[in-house]
T-cell receptor, first 117, second 110 residues
């Protein structure tokens, strides 16, 4: 199956700093990528839909100025958590939509665990 | 608002038992229902169901969808300790949007 990578896999930062997370589709082009957040013992919550070359679409309640998304190429989307605070600590997962799949399957990255001290 | 509800939220069984996990949904523009297994990292894909009444099977796992009752089940027979994980149900709607349920935490004891 298609492979999606995320970097870093784990990050610990101080409150007030910004953190960038990369999501790459390694062997396919993804016109659409999704960013999810998962708090402990909870399910994945969609944060935003990222389309290559255009502005991301954010879900209700997600601050676009705090969670900056850039999808500059067909294989890379980045999520920047600006001025991170302890409540932003979570597991962030991206997925990429394979444009060649007849089922429009989403392939998930391995996730990034963010801890804000 | 799209909604996906899974039950039970937590289940503890012994190796060899059979389990049934439930997923109900209320969404607009339904396209498919998907099941995932999540261990410590991101979810791994199990099944995608689009049509009612057609059972999908992979080894000891099987799943079926009822689009009239807006319901799906995931069955695992002869459970093994390696089946311990969170099982997530998600519904795909228009725009390739996935809405996830809360998940069922399955623990299989030896």
């Amino acid at each position: 199956g298609a492979v999606v990578s995320q970097h870093p896999s784990r990050v610990i930062c101080k409150s007030g700093t910004s953190v960038k997370i990369e999501c790459r589709s390694l062997d396919f082009q993804a016109t659409t990528m999704f960013w999810y957040r998962q708090f402990p013992k909870q399910s994945l919550m969609l944060m935003a839909t990222s389309n290559e070359g255009s502005k991301a679409t954010y879900e209700q309640g997600v601050e676009k100025d705090k969670f900056l998304i850039n999808h500059a190429s067909l294989t890379l989307s980045t999520l920047t958590v600006t001025s991170a605070h302890p409540e932003d600590s979570s597991f962030y997962i991206c997925s990429a939509l394979s444009g060649t799949s007849s089922y429009n399957e989403q392939f998930f990255g391995p996730g990034t665990r963010l801890t804000v001290l | 608002e799209d909604k996906v509800v899974q039950s039970p939220l937590s289940l503890v069984v012994h190796e060899g038992d059979t389990v049934t996990l439930n997923c109900s949904y209320e969404v607009t523009n339904f396209r498919s229902l998907l099941w995932y297994k999540q261990e410590k990292k991101a979810p791994t894909f199990l099944f995608m169901l689009t049509s009612s009444g057609i059972e999908k099977k992979s080894g000891r796992l099987s799943s079926i969808l009822d689009k009239k009752e807006l319901f799906s089940i995931l069955n695992i027979t002869a459970t093994q300790t390696g089946d311990s994980a969170v099982y997530l149900c998600a519904v795909l709607t228009s725009g390739s949007r996935l809405t996830f349920g809360e998940g069922t935490q399955l623990t299989v004891n030896p």
